[in-house]
């Protein structure tokens, strides 16, 4: 992986996060794009970039596809499958900032239940232009946290409190597992191909059909890690940026002028977003020349996955307390006052985020330690091709 590719995709993490952080904030603090009154060209701009939320976690799961799905793949195919290191890695990535998270956001929406709901805005989902979120106090069970834990949100249980943004996680935790069923199996072949084949078609009963559609969007990821190391010349950069630029501004035409549309038709808007930027990556694959500030982008995508992951309660938690104690306004119209308090808002949760993750992600590698070491205690011969 060359220099370019890899700061590229530094840089498309942390603005991914950061897009669909800004979304949920601008979210709370504006009115909707339906209820301006005045619409300027900076106007539109703002509300172009705060509305990109979801395009942002359809890059998410490309970036993983590359990684994981990508890197898994190839390794495996030259190596042999190594299903408990991959095991112990997946679970020590996601996990270790995962339990912290959920933990800290319960304790967050329960103060805000029982004490900042003076606005309604952990009990009246109506008023507020975020999908994800929806009467709270109901979704703050035992039940429910057990079930975010199994990775089971948004197929038989709903994300923990607030979170909603959690449902993307799970979406990736069956595919990091269909990859293992799918790739162990067919590599060490007997037995285990079938039972990999029973565990697929068992999670395709069991799990609702958007989770296996938006998987094609993970394997747009695969795809580019191999056309990468293919020999088939890349498109030129331009050209890849060019089609990202037109699937982009395609998916907020999208999301803003259509709603309720068919399930297969918001997954061809997402999937189009997926193939260009398999493009953009596929392009930068080969070329030699280097983006500025790498060592930023490199520290800002380190604590992405934190911030994605504990934002949401943060940010309500905070936002219900400034609107009770501060006085400040919900949902009121641009103004130089709106963004101040947004860029406040921002500033608030990168600074808490940021110290989530020096006790959390931080230690992820310390955490993949322990873990492959009572493996190897429970499993001394690691489940493995020779």
Known sequence: ?????????????????????????????????????????????????????????????????????????????????????????????????????????????????????????????????????????????????????????????????????????????????????????????????????????LLAIVFPVAMFLWMLIWWFGVAAYFLMRSKIPPPKTWFAATCFGLSVVGSYLFETHVHGAPIFLRFTVDAAVAAAYTLVLWSVSRADASIPFARFHKWAAGFSYTMYLVHFPIFLFLGAAASQFLGWPILSSPSWAAWGRIIVMICALYTIGYLFYLVTEKHTDRVRAVLKRGALKLAPTPLRAD
């Open 1 to 201: 992986m060359n220099e370019r590719l890899s700061t590229t995709l530094d840089l498309s993490r942390w603005i991914a996060a950061f897009l669909v952080i800004v979304g949920h904030v601008a979210h709370l603090f504006l009115v909707g794009r339906d209820g301006l009154i005045e619409r300027t060209i900076l106007v539109e701009t703002a509300y172009f970039i705060t509305n990109l939320g979801h395009t942002a976690v359809m890059i998410f799961f490309v970036i993983s596809g590359f990684l994981v799905g990508g890197i898994t793949l190839d390794r495996w195919m030259s190596k042999g499958p190594d299903v408990t290191g991959y095991a112990v890695s997946r679970f020590a990535r996601i996990y270790t900032v995962l339990l912290p998270a959920l933990a800290f956001g319960y304790v967050l929406d329960s103060i805000g239940v029982r004490w900042l709901d003076g606005a309604g805005l952990y009990s009246n989902v109506g008023q507020l232009p975020i999908g994800s979120l929806d009467q709270v106090g109901v979704r703050l069970s035992p039940l429910v946290f057990i079930g975010n834990v199994l990775m089971l949100q948004g197929a038989y249980v709903t994300s923990l409190g607030s979170n909603g943004p959690l449902w993307s996680l799970a979406y990736e935790w069956w595919y990091y597992c269909i990859l293992c069923f799918a790739a162990a199996g067919a590599l060490l072949g007997g037995w285990l191909r079938a039972i990999g084949i029973g565990l697929i078609l």
